[in-house]
Protein backbone atom coordinates (compact mmCIF):
# COMPACT_ATOMS: atom_id res chain seq x y z
CA UNK A 1 0.00 0.00 0.00
CA UNK A 2 1.23 3.58 -1.12
CA UNK A 3 1.53 5.82 2.30
CA UNK A 4 0.08 9.08 1.72
CA UNK A 5 0.31 12.02 4.31
CA UNK A 6 -2.93 14.22 4.83
CA UNK A 7 -3.35 17.44 5.79
CA UNK A 8 -6.77 16.90 8.27
CA UNK A 9 -8.64 19.26 9.44
CA UNK A 10 -11.61 17.20 10.06
CA UNK A 11 -14.16 19.15 7.85
CA UNK A 12 -16.24 18.18 4.94
CA UNK A 13 -13.10 18.02 2.35
CA UNK A 14 -10.83 16.49 4.66
CA UNK A 15 -13.41 13.67 5.75
CA UNK A 16 -13.60 13.40 2.25
CA UNK A 17 -10.78 12.84 1.12
CA UNK A 18 -9.55 10.83 4.32
CA UNK A 19 -12.55 8.28 3.35
CA UNK A 20 -11.86 8.07 -0.64
CA UNK A 21 -7.91 7.46 -0.29
CA UNK A 22 -8.71 4.81 1.80
CA UNK A 23 -11.22 3.43 -0.63
CA UNK A 24 -8.45 3.98 -3.44
CA UNK A 25 -6.20 1.29 -1.47
CA UNK A 26 -3.60 3.97 0.20
CA UNK A 27 -2.32 3.88 3.84
CA UNK A 28 -4.02 7.04 5.48
CA UNK A 29 -2.01 8.94 7.40
CA UNK A 30 -3.65 12.27 9.18
CA UNK A 31 -1.56 15.20 10.47
CA UNK A 32 -3.65 18.67 12.04
CA UNK A 33 -1.32 21.85 11.54
CA UNK A 34 -2.17 23.54 14.88
CA UNK A 35 -1.90 27.75 14.11
CA UNK A 36 -3.97 28.68 17.31
CA UNK A 37 -7.05 27.69 16.22
CA UNK A 38 -8.14 24.62 17.97
CA UNK A 39 -8.91 24.15 21.40
CA UNK A 40 -7.59 21.08 23.05
CA UNK A 41 -11.32 19.82 22.87
CA UNK A 42 -11.10 20.24 19.40
CA UNK A 43 -8.50 18.60 18.58
CA UNK A 44 -9.72 15.87 20.36
CA UNK A 45 -12.67 15.37 18.56
CA UNK A 46 -10.75 15.59 15.14
CA UNK A 47 -8.49 13.51 16.62
CA UNK A 48 -11.26 11.09 17.51
CA UNK A 49 -13.21 11.56 13.93
CA UNK A 50 -9.80 10.63 12.07
CA UNK A 51 -9.28 7.04 13.64
CA UNK A 52 -13.19 6.56 13.23
CA UNK A 53 -12.44 7.09 9.48
CA UNK A 54 -9.82 4.32 9.73
CA UNK A 55 -6.35 6.39 9.42
CA UNK A 56 -3.41 4.11 9.96
CA UNK A 57 -1.89 7.20 12.14
CA UNK A 58 -2.83 10.95 13.49
CA UNK A 59 -1.09 13.80 14.97
CA UNK A 60 -0.62 17.04 15.87
CA UNK A 61 1.96 19.64 14.87
CA UNK A 62 1.63 22.58 17.05
CA UNK A 63 3.56 25.68 15.11
CA UNK A 64 1.65 28.34 16.38
CA UNK A 65 4.66 30.31 17.66
CA UNK A 66 6.57 29.42 14.37
CA UNK A 67 3.53 30.91 12.65
CA UNK A 68 3.69 34.08 14.48
CA UNK A 69 7.73 34.38 14.13
CA UNK A 70 7.72 33.76 10.56
CA UNK A 71 4.96 35.16 9.29
CA UNK A 72 2.45 37.26 11.51
CA UNK A 73 5.05 39.89 13.17
CA UNK A 74 5.71 41.08 9.38
CA UNK A 75 1.97 41.96 8.69
CA UNK A 76 1.75 43.79 11.85
CA UNK A 77 5.17 45.54 11.46
CA UNK A 78 3.32 46.22 8.08
CA UNK A 79 -0.03 46.94 8.85
CA UNK A 80 -1.05 44.40 5.68
CA UNK A 81 -4.68 44.70 4.69
CA UNK A 82 -5.43 42.85 1.70
CA UNK A 83 -7.44 45.73 -0.33
CA UNK A 84 -7.63 47.80 2.46
CA UNK A 85 -9.97 45.08 4.13
CA UNK A 86 -8.75 41.49 4.67
CA UNK A 87 -5.54 40.56 7.17
CA UNK A 88 -4.86 37.64 4.94
CA UNK A 89 -6.01 34.88 8.05
CA UNK A 90 -6.51 32.01 5.92
CA UNK A 91 -3.53 32.89 3.30
CA UNK A 92 -0.98 33.56 5.53
CA UNK A 93 -1.57 30.06 7.80
CA UNK A 94 -1.86 27.94 4.23
CA UNK A 95 1.66 28.56 3.75
CA UNK A 96 2.80 27.20 7.54
CA UNK A 97 0.79 24.10 7.21
CA UNK A 98 2.11 23.12 3.54
CA UNK A 99 5.76 23.84 4.73
CA UNK A 100 4.85 21.77 7.91
CA UNK A 101 2.71 18.92 6.59
CA UNK A 102 5.88 18.76 3.76
CA UNK A 103 8.05 18.41 6.80
CA UNK A 104 6.11 15.67 8.49
CA UNK A 105 5.82 13.73 5.42
CA UNK A 106 9.41 13.66 5.17
CA UNK A 107 10.06 12.34 8.53
CA UNK A 108 7.38 9.15 7.85
CA UNK A 109 8.68 8.68 4.35
CA UNK A 110 5.05 9.50 2.84
CA UNK A 111 5.06 8.13 -0.78
CA UNK A 112 2.17 10.69 -1.38
CA UNK A 113 0.59 14.07 0.13
CA UNK A 114 -2.86 14.49 -0.20
CA UNK A 115 -4.75 18.60 0.48
CA UNK A 116 -8.51 19.01 0.30
CA UNK A 117 -8.36 22.43 -1.60
CA UNK A 118 -10.92 23.06 -4.70
CA UNK A 119 -10.09 23.68 -7.94
CA UNK A 120 -11.32 27.21 -7.99
CA UNK A 121 -9.33 28.61 -5.08
CA UNK A 122 -5.94 29.99 -3.80
CA UNK A 123 -5.02 27.07 -1.23
CA UNK A 124 -4.44 24.56 -4.52
CA UNK A 125 -1.67 27.05 -5.49
CA UNK A 126 0.16 27.64 -1.90
CA UNK A 127 -0.34 23.60 -1.10
CA UNK A 128 1.44 22.52 -4.37
CA UNK A 129 3.99 25.48 -4.45
CA UNK A 130 5.35 24.46 -1.08
CA UNK A 131 5.28 20.65 -1.40
CA UNK A 132 7.10 21.07 -5.38
CA UNK A 133 9.73 23.01 -3.71
CA UNK A 134 10.14 20.82 -0.31
CA UNK A 135 9.06 17.20 -1.91
CA UNK A 136 10.16 17.10 -5.81
CA UNK A 137 9.70 13.31 -5.76
CA UNK A 138 6.25 12.89 -4.00
CA UNK A 139 3.10 12.26 -5.39
CA UNK A 140 0.16 15.36 -4.91
CA UNK A 141 -3.34 14.31 -4.62
CA UNK A 142 -6.04 16.13 -4.46
CA UNK A 143 -9.23 14.47 -4.95
CA UNK A 144 -12.05 17.18 -4.34
CA UNK A 145 -9.94 19.42 -7.34
CA UNK A 146 -10.01 16.53 -9.24
CA UNK A 147 -13.40 15.45 -9.37
CA UNK A 148 -14.60 18.89 -9.76
CA UNK A 149 -17.07 17.82 -6.45
CA UNK A 150 -19.53 20.18 -4.95
CA UNK A 151 -20.16 20.79 -1.22
CA UNK A 152 -23.43 18.93 -1.48
CA UNK A 153 -21.63 15.92 -3.27
CA UNK A 154 -18.96 15.29 -0.44
CA UNK A 155 -22.32 15.54 1.69
CA UNK A 156 -24.46 12.83 -0.09
CA UNK A 157 -21.07 10.48 -0.81
CA UNK A 158 -20.23 10.73 2.93
CA UNK A 159 -24.25 9.81 3.92
CA UNK A 160 -24.15 7.20 1.64
CA UNK A 161 -21.21 5.66 4.05
CA UNK A 162 -22.72 6.25 7.26
CA UNK A 163 -20.34 9.43 8.15
CA UNK A 164 -21.54 11.04 10.84
CA UNK A 165 -20.94 14.59 11.00
CA UNK A 166 -23.20 17.89 11.17
CA UNK A 167 -23.33 18.46 7.60
CA UNK A 168 -25.57 21.41 8.43
CA UNK A 169 -22.63 23.39 10.00
CA UNK A 170 -20.36 21.16 6.97
CA UNK A 171 -23.11 23.78 4.41
CA UNK A 172 -20.02 26.62 5.56
CA UNK A 173 -16.12 26.05 5.24
CA UNK A 174 -14.93 27.33 8.09
CA UNK A 175 -11.02 27.66 8.46
CA UNK A 176 -10.15 29.07 11.66
CA UNK A 177 -6.65 30.16 12.68
CA UNK A 178 -4.59 32.75 15.53
CA UNK A 179 -4.99 35.07 12.60
CA UNK A 180 -8.88 35.01 11.94
CA UNK A 181 -11.20 32.62 11.16
CA UNK A 182 -12.74 32.67 7.17
CA UNK A 183 -16.27 31.45 6.40
CA UNK A 184 -17.32 30.48 2.88
CA UNK A 185 -20.69 29.08 1.58
CA UNK A 186 -23.70 29.75 -0.92
CA UNK A 187 -23.57 33.37 -0.52
CA UNK A 188 -20.13 34.23 -1.16
CA UNK A 189 -20.11 31.86 -4.39
CA UNK A 190 -21.97 35.33 -5.68
CA UNK A 191 -21.55 38.80 -5.52
CA UNK A 192 -25.44 39.92 -3.83
CA UNK A 193 -25.86 38.39 -0.37
CA UNK A 194 -24.01 38.29 3.12
CA UNK A 195 -23.88 35.91 5.50
CA UNK A 196 -26.53 35.07 8.19
CA UNK A 197 -25.99 35.79 11.64
CA UNK A 198 -26.10 32.09 11.73
CA UNK A 199 -22.89 31.16 9.28
CA UNK A 200 -20.45 33.39 12.03
CA UNK A 201 -18.24 30.79 14.39
CA UNK A 202 -18.66 33.69 17.41
CA UNK A 203 -21.90 34.63 18.34
CA UNK A 204 -22.44 38.21 19.37
CA UNK A 205 -23.02 38.17 22.91
CA UNK A 206 -21.41 41.56 24.44
CA UNK A 207 -23.24 45.27 23.26
CA UNK A 208 -22.18 47.23 26.63
CA UNK A 209 -18.95 49.68 25.32
CA UNK A 210 -15.50 48.37 27.12
CA UNK A 211 -12.41 50.15 27.05
CA UNK A 212 -9.43 48.32 26.38
CA UNK A 213 -5.25 49.02 26.28
CA UNK A 214 -2.79 47.84 23.90
CA UNK A 215 0.78 48.20 24.25
CA UNK A 216 3.34 47.46 21.97
CA UNK A 217 7.52 46.95 22.53
CA UNK A 218 9.48 47.55 19.06
CA UNK A 219 5.86 46.55 17.40
CA UNK A 220 4.87 43.44 19.14
CA UNK A 221 1.90 43.42 21.40
CA UNK A 222 3.12 42.52 24.61
CA UNK A 223 -0.50 43.45 27.02
CA UNK A 224 -3.50 43.85 26.72
CA UNK A 225 -4.98 45.96 29.88
CA UNK A 226 -2.05 45.97 31.26
CA UNK A 227 -1.75 42.38 31.85
CA UNK A 228 1.71 41.18 29.55
CA UNK A 229 2.24 37.73 28.09
CA UNK A 230 4.82 35.58 27.39
CA UNK A 231 4.91 35.46 23.97
CA UNK A 232 2.41 37.59 21.68
CA UNK A 233 0.73 34.83 20.47
CA UNK A 234 -0.93 34.84 24.00
CA UNK A 235 -1.07 38.34 23.38
CA UNK A 236 -3.50 37.73 20.51
CA UNK A 237 -5.98 34.86 22.00
CA UNK A 238 -6.34 37.04 24.80
CA UNK A 239 -7.54 39.64 23.06
CA UNK A 240 -9.75 37.85 20.64
CA UNK A 241 -11.21 36.66 23.81
CA UNK A 242 -12.29 39.42 24.60
CA UNK A 243 -13.43 41.54 21.30
CA UNK A 244 -14.48 38.68 19.08
CA UNK A 245 -18.07 38.52 21.09
CA UNK A 246 -18.76 42.00 19.99
CA UNK A 247 -18.86 40.86 16.04
CA UNK A 248 -16.11 43.20 15.62
CA UNK A 249 -13.82 42.25 12.81
CA UNK A 250 -16.54 40.64 10.49
CA UNK A 251 -16.60 41.19 6.75
CA UNK A 252 -16.33 39.93 3.43
CA UNK A 253 -13.08 40.21 1.64
CA UNK A 254 -13.30 40.31 -2.48
CA UNK A 255 -10.48 40.03 -4.12
CA UNK A 256 -8.23 38.55 -7.05
CA UNK A 257 -7.43 35.17 -6.67
CA UNK A 258 -4.14 33.76 -7.75
CA UNK A 259 -5.60 31.93 -10.56
CA UNK A 260 -7.33 35.03 -12.11
CA UNK A 261 -10.89 35.21 -11.22
CA UNK A 262 -12.49 37.16 -8.64
CA UNK A 263 -13.36 35.55 -4.77
CA UNK A 264 -15.17 36.48 -1.89
CA UNK A 265 -15.15 35.23 1.73
CA UNK A 266 -16.37 36.14 4.52
CA UNK A 267 -13.96 36.54 7.95
CA UNK A 268 -14.48 37.52 11.51
CA UNK A 269 -11.13 38.64 12.77
CA UNK A 270 -11.79 41.03 15.86
CA UNK A 271 -8.17 40.80 17.01
CA UNK A 272 -6.16 41.36 13.74
CA UNK A 273 -7.99 44.02 12.77
CA UNK A 274 -7.72 45.88 16.19
CA UNK A 275 -4.17 44.83 16.58
CA UNK A 276 -3.22 46.34 12.75
CA UNK A 277 -5.27 49.56 13.14
CA UNK A 278 -4.14 50.40 16.48
CA UNK A 279 -0.38 49.36 15.78
CA UNK A 280 -0.78 51.77 12.74
CA UNK A 281 -2.05 54.46 14.97
CA UNK A 282 0.79 54.06 17.26
CA UNK A 283 3.39 54.19 13.86
CA UNK A 284 1.70 57.58 12.94
CA UNK A 285 2.96 58.91 16.23
CA UNK A 286 6.47 57.79 16.31
CA UNK A 287 7.86 57.33 12.81
CA UNK A 288 8.68 60.05 10.31
CA UNK A 289 6.55 60.47 7.67
CA UNK A 290 9.40 58.74 4.89
CA UNK A 291 9.58 56.01 7.01
CA UNK A 292 5.57 55.61 6.94
CA UNK A 293 5.96 55.86 3.04
CA UNK A 294 8.14 53.13 2.62
CA UNK A 295 6.47 50.81 4.60
CA UNK A 296 3.17 50.91 2.69
CA UNK A 297 4.52 50.76 -0.23
CA UNK A 298 6.54 47.58 0.89
CA UNK A 299 3.54 46.30 3.05
CA UNK A 300 1.29 46.24 0.23
CA UNK A 301 3.75 44.32 -2.17
CA UNK A 302 4.82 42.09 1.02
CA UNK A 303 0.84 41.35 1.68
CA UNK A 304 0.04 40.51 -1.92
CA UNK A 305 3.21 38.12 -2.60
CA UNK A 306 2.37 36.68 0.81
CA UNK A 307 -1.25 35.72 -0.37
CA UNK A 308 -0.07 34.10 -3.30
CA UNK A 309 2.13 31.72 -1.77
CA UNK A 310 5.91 33.01 -1.88
CA UNK A 311 6.94 33.13 1.92
CA UNK A 312 9.75 30.99 0.70
CA UNK A 313 10.84 34.02 -1.84
CA UNK A 314 14.10 35.15 -0.68
CA UNK A 315 13.25 38.64 -1.13
CA UNK A 316 10.44 38.69 1.66
CA UNK A 317 12.95 38.12 4.19
CA UNK A 318 15.03 41.25 2.74
CA UNK A 319 11.46 42.94 3.26
CA UNK A 320 11.04 41.71 6.36
CA UNK A 321 14.57 42.78 7.71
CA UNK A 322 13.16 46.66 6.82
CA UNK A 323 10.11 46.13 8.90
CA UNK A 324 12.04 45.01 11.79
CA UNK A 325 14.09 47.50 11.35
CA UNK A 326 11.82 50.33 11.58
CA UNK A 327 10.00 48.90 14.45
CA UNK A 328 12.89 50.58 16.76
CA UNK A 329 10.95 53.25 18.29
CA UNK A 330 7.17 51.57 18.12
CA UNK A 331 6.59 51.35 21.84
CA UNK A 332 3.86 52.53 23.58
CA UNK A 333 0.42 52.46 24.72
CA UNK A 334 -2.92 52.23 22.35
CA UNK A 335 -6.02 53.19 24.19
CA UNK A 336 -9.25 51.91 22.17
CA UNK A 337 -12.45 51.72 22.99
CA UNK A 338 -14.74 48.62 21.78
CA UNK A 339 -18.81 48.78 20.65
CA UNK A 340 -21.40 46.19 18.73
CA UNK A 341 -19.59 45.58 15.53
CA UNK A 342 -17.26 48.41 15.75
CA UNK A 343 -14.29 49.86 17.86
CA UNK A 344 -12.90 53.55 18.00
CA UNK A 345 -9.09 54.63 18.37
CA UNK A 346 -9.14 56.62 21.73
CA UNK A 347 -4.97 57.90 21.82
CA UNK A 348 -1.77 57.26 22.56
CA UNK A 349 0.93 57.30 25.02
CA UNK A 350 4.70 57.15 23.98
CA UNK A 351 7.72 58.10 24.55
CA UNK A 352 8.81 57.96 21.25
CA UNK A 353 5.50 60.16 20.23
CA UNK A 354 6.60 62.81 17.66
CA UNK A 355 3.73 65.06 18.53
CA UNK A 356 6.34 66.71 20.97
CA UNK A 357 4.11 70.16 22.32
CA UNK A 358 8.49 71.60 22.51
CA UNK A 359 8.43 72.00 18.63
CA UNK A 360 4.40 73.35 18.53
CA UNK A 361 0.63 72.48 18.16
CA UNK A 362 -0.97 72.26 14.94
CA UNK A 363 -3.10 75.01 14.06
CA UNK A 364 -2.08 76.55 17.21
CA UNK A 365 1.60 78.10 18.34
CA UNK A 366 4.94 77.11 16.67
CA UNK A 367 7.76 77.31 18.82
CA UNK A 368 11.04 75.70 16.67
CA UNK A 369 10.70 78.21 13.85
CA UNK A 370 9.78 81.44 13.15
CA UNK A 371 7.23 83.27 10.89
CA UNK A 372 10.07 84.29 8.40
CA UNK A 373 11.22 80.87 8.84
CA UNK A 374 8.00 79.49 7.18
CA UNK A 375 7.93 82.57 4.79
CA UNK A 376 11.74 81.21 2.64
CA UNK A 377 11.05 78.03 3.31
CA UNK A 378 7.42 77.84 1.15
CA UNK A 379 9.38 80.51 -1.47
CA UNK A 380 12.31 77.67 -2.14
CA UNK A 381 10.07 74.67 -1.55
CA UNK A 382 7.66 75.77 -4.09
CA UNK A 383 10.18 77.22 -6.20
CA UNK A 384 10.44 74.87 -9.15
CA UNK A 385 6.32 74.73 -9.78
CA UNK A 386 6.52 78.58 -9.80
CA UNK A 387 9.13 78.29 -12.57
CA UNK A 388 7.28 75.82 -14.54
CA UNK A 389 4.74 78.53 -14.53
CA UNK A 390 5.83 81.17 -15.42
CA UNK A 391 8.41 79.95 -18.60
CA UNK A 392 5.48 78.18 -19.86
CA UNK A 393 2.94 81.20 -19.03
CA UNK A 394 0.55 79.45 -17.20
Known amino acids: MKKVLLAFSGGLDTTYCALYLREKGYQVHAL ?32 TRQYYDSCLRYLIYGNVLKNGTYPLSVSAERIIQAITVAEHASEIGADAVAHGSTGAGNDQVRFDMVFQSMLPNVEIITPIRDQQLSREAEIQYLKERGVAMNFEKAAYSINKGLWGTSVGGRETLGSRDNLPESAWPTPVTK ?52 IGIKGRVGFEAAAPIIILKAHHLLEKHTLTKWQLYWKDQLAAWYGNWLH ?50 KFGSYGEMNKGWSGDDVKGFAKIFGNQTAIFHAVNNQ
Not at 223 to 244: D, E, K, Y
Open 207 to 258: TKPEEISLTFVKGELTAVNGQNFSNPTLAISHLQAIAQPFGIGRDIHVGDTI
Open 308 to 357: EGHLLDPTMRNVEKFFTDSQQTVSGTVFATLHPYRFTLDGIESVHDLMSS
Open 32 to 63: TVQTGGFSAEELERIEAHARALGVASYAVADV
